[in-house]
């Protein structure tokens, strides 16, 4: 996530204390006001399906595969399914416009670092920028791609004048190469190699070829990884509320296309913050954070459970915030926001 570093270079002083400490007011401030604008996340909850789509691609002499190689069931037709493979879900923050905050700025006070989101969300207070713990994604290895066929090809299978002929032609050279392949199994064949790794090699190059030669008869399928996401924004518990839909010909469709089955999503509230009646006389004093609470998510597919877990919300949690003295010029106090749910991670007085 790219970021935004803004740096305060001074804050205004309290009229009713004897040093110089943060001051804070909801809102974006316009006119005379000098300052920086920060938010507060609120929650989505993000819902992404890795999903397989299998294109099946009848071999070339499909409708020889019960004839030649005793292959019964081998499908003739070009196909496309598509299938589940993984289902997750995280919470992913967003601003909340209902929580914005200003923090002005004066001449003769401490001058923090605030480190801000691209979107504009608190994530550190006084820390030296550069300091980077995210974990680098491992690179997945691209899977590897089947042989043409036709470059095992005898020079008596390209000469065949008619495609049955050629069609019996692989299929005894499909048969030759089994037949090689258990003779080195055996021992029994006049090359055996002694060394161990040169034995698999010679074994691994026959299964590639037969491998290649075979799916002129069975066909192959092509599968490609898809990843979709979808996000909403809870308010309040509630039970099946259906998201999207997913179908074996179609993949993820849209919750109202009957094409698919539901996927459903249900919330409900877990009460692990105790938040007071909000009487309206609370007031804004110092750096504004969140207290996420927590919501027990259960996701569904054809009315069976394809994951479920806990999940931090932050529209089920309330609003503290930082002692405005903490920041005042004789404190070298750092902080660590969530930009995720906004909440405080850590709050330190030396070098994190």
């Not at 009646?277 to 996701?299: E, L, R, T």
Request: net charge neutral; charged share 25%; glycine share 6%.
């Amino acid at each position: 996530m790219l970021k935004r570093i803004v740096f305060i270079s001074s804050l205004v002083l309290a009229s009713t204390t004897s040093f110089s400490q943060t001051r804070v007011t909801a809102g974006v401030m316009q006119g005379k006001e000098y300052g920086v604008t920060y938010t507060l996340p609120k929650t989505k909850i993000q819902l992404t399906l890795e999903t397989n789509r299998n294109q099946y691609i009848p071999g070339e002499f499909a409708k020889y595969a019960s004839s030649y190689l005793h292959l019964e069931g081998v499908q003739l037709e070009p196909s496309i399914s598509w299938s589940i493979d993984k289902v997750r879900i995280s919470s992913i923050g967003v601003p909340d416009a209902d929580k914005v905050f200003f923090v002005r700025m004066r001449d003769k006070t401490v001058a923090p670092l605030l480190e801000l989101t691209q979107d504009g969300i608190i994530k550190t207070i006084n820390v030296p920028f550069g300091k980077d713990h995210s974990v680098a994604a491992t690179p997945l290895e691209p899977s590897k791609k089947m042989p043409n066929p036709r470059d095992f090809f005898t020079e008596e299978i390209l000469m065949a004048n008619s495609t049955a002929k050629m069609a019996e032609l692989v299929a005894k050279e499909i048969y030759s190469i089994r037949e090689s392949r258990n003779s080195l199994l055996r021992g029994e064949a006049e090359n055996t190699p002694q060394d161990g790794k040169q034995l698999k090699l010679m074994l691994d190059n026959l299964e590639e070829q037969e491998a290649a030669l075979t799916s002129l008869f069975r066909g192959q399928t092509i599968t490609t990884s898809q990843e979709f996401a979808v996000a909403i924004e809870p308010t309040k518990e509630f039970t099946d509320s259906i998201i999207c839909r997913f179908s074996s010909r179609l993949g993820v469709v849209e919750s109202d296309n009957l094409a698919g089955d539901p996927i459903s999503v249900s919330l409900k509230d877990l009460h692990s913050v105790n938040i007071p009646a909000d009487d309206g006389k609370k007031k804004v004093d110092g750096i504004a954070y969140n207290i996420p609470g927590k919501a027990s998510v259960i996701v569904k597919y054809k009315d069976q459970i394809i994951t479920q877990g806990e999940l931090p919300i932050t529209q089920f949690g309330g609003v503290e915030f930082l002692a405005p003295t903490l920041f005042n010029k004789k404190s070298k106090i750092q902080a660590i926001f969530d930009p995720i749910t906004g909440g405080l991670i850590k709050v330190d007085q030396e070098d994190l």
